[in-house]
């Protein structure tokens, strides 16, 4: 247990001490924006580039993989969809902000901080592809399923540019893309620009946990939904175990890759489950109630997947 504790403290201890530096710390948001300009477009996809341009090619192109984690994500957003359209009396925009916070793990902020202290490097590739193909089904669900909802207003050939830009022009999918094209060819970067890619790659997750710990703070949860427990007993357990299962059940894929699937979808809710709340005014007070309750909540439930893959629980004999 000493040893899961040392694994997740770390972790955690980022993440919370933002919280209390947003709490005690009376600072305007605004100070947050260039930190998490740095994170999100050039620390992140800094990581992302130099790990995967160092992978052998054959690493990166494992569709069954892709495939079944987004899958998982894509039935784990249904779900939650769901148990919205029960809780909302079939209101779409409000069950898809559900959905979203259901099945949207914290993937950018603190999936490559978790997965790489825990499993190491070998947890770069998977955490990548994760990170990748469901922020792209996000990008996608999110402004399909407002358009359907009636919240969108813009006609549909406009919506569907959007979403395309959005796709293609994310950092994270950029560095992936590029990543992986340097993998292809064998490029290597000079080594003054790799020793700035190890520079910002080591920045990465300590700034992000930090400042996700610092927007939670910032975003206090004013009203407690009733279908909280529901959706965050799907995003916390019901989503790691499901894309356990499937995973197990296809089978032939490295026990590193399965653990880094785990781990990613027993994150809480994304930030941005508030920032897409707040976008189209759609259960914005509530949204900041998944974000904040979601975090605090997978203190344990994180802390109990690290222990159950450390204890070989899930029988990966990582």
């Given at each position: 247990m000493q040893d899961v504790i040392a694994l997740a403290f770390p972790f955690f201890g980022l993440i919370f001490l933002g919280f209390a530096a947003g709490k005690f710390r009376k600072l305007p948001e605004a100070g947050l924006a260039w930190m998490n300009f740095?994170?999100?477009?050039?620390?992140?996809?800094?990581?992302?580039?130099?790990?995967?341009?160092?992978?052998?090619?054959?690493?990166?192109?494992?569709?069954?993989?892709?495939?079944?984690?987004?899958?998982?994500?894509?039935?784990?957003?249904?779900i939650a969809f769901c148990i919205g359209v029960l809780a909302t009396s079939g209101n779409i925009p409000e069950s898809t902000v559900l959905g979203i916070a259901g099945a949207y793990?914290?993937?950018?902020?603190?999936?490559?901080?978790?997965?790489l202290a825990v499993l190491g490097p070998a947890a770069t590739v998977p955490t990548a592809l994760i990170?990748?193909?469901?922020?792209?089904?996000?990008?996608?669900?999110?402004?399909l399923m407002m358009a359907v909802g009636g919240t969108d207003k813009e006609p549909i050939t406009k919506t569907l540019q959007r979403?395309?830009?959005?796709?293609?022009?994310?950092?994270?999918?950029?560095?992936?893309?590029?990543?992986?094209?340097?993998?292809?060819?064998?490029?290597?970067?000079?080594t003054a620009i790799d020793t700035m890619l190890k520079?910002?790659?080591?920045?990465?997750?300590?700034?992000?946990?930090?400042?996700?710990?610092?927007?939670?703070?910032?975003?206090?949860?004013?009203?407690?939904?009733?279908?909280?427990?529901?959706?965050?007993?799907?995003k916390l357990l019901v989503h790691p175990l499901l894309v356990f299962l499937?995973?197990?059940?296809?089978?032939?894929?490295?026990?590193?890759?399965?653990?880094?699937?785990?781990?990613?979808?027993?994150?809480?809710?994304?930030?941005?489950?508030?920032?897409?709340?707040q976008q189209y005014n759609v259960y914005v007070q509530r949204a900041s109630s998944f974000v904040l309750i979601g975090t605090i909540a997978s203190v344990v439930?994180?802390?109990?997947f690290i222990?159950?893959?450390?204890?070989?629980?899930?029988?990966?004999n990582l």
């Open positions: 740095f994170i999100v477009y050039i620390a992140l996809p800094a990581l992302f580039f130099r790990l995967l341009s160092e992978t052998p090619i054959e690493q990166l192109t494992d569709l069954s993989f892709v495939t079944a984690t987004t899958f998982t994500t894509y039935t784990v957003f249904a793990s914290n993937i950018g902020y603190m999936g490559p901080g978790l997965t990170l990748c193909f469901d922020n792209t089904l996000l990008f996608i669900l999110a402004p979403i395309v830009w959005r796709v293609f022009s994310h950092p994270f999918i950029l560095a992936t893309i590029a990543g992986v094209g340097a993998a292809a060819i064998g490029f290597r970067p000079p520079y910002l790659s080591g920045a990465a997750a300590p700034c992000a946990l930090f400042a996700m710990g610092v927007s939670v703070a910032l975003r206090p949860a004013n009203r407690i939904p009733l279908e909280l427990p529901a959706v965050l007993v799907v499937l995973l197990s059940w296809i089978g032939g894929f490295d026990p590193v890759w399965v653990a880094t699937a785990i781990l990613m979808a027993c994150l809480p809710p994304a930030t941005n489950v508030f920032v897409i709340a439930t994180v802390t109990g222990w159950a893959l450390t204890h070989n629980l899930f029988h990966l």
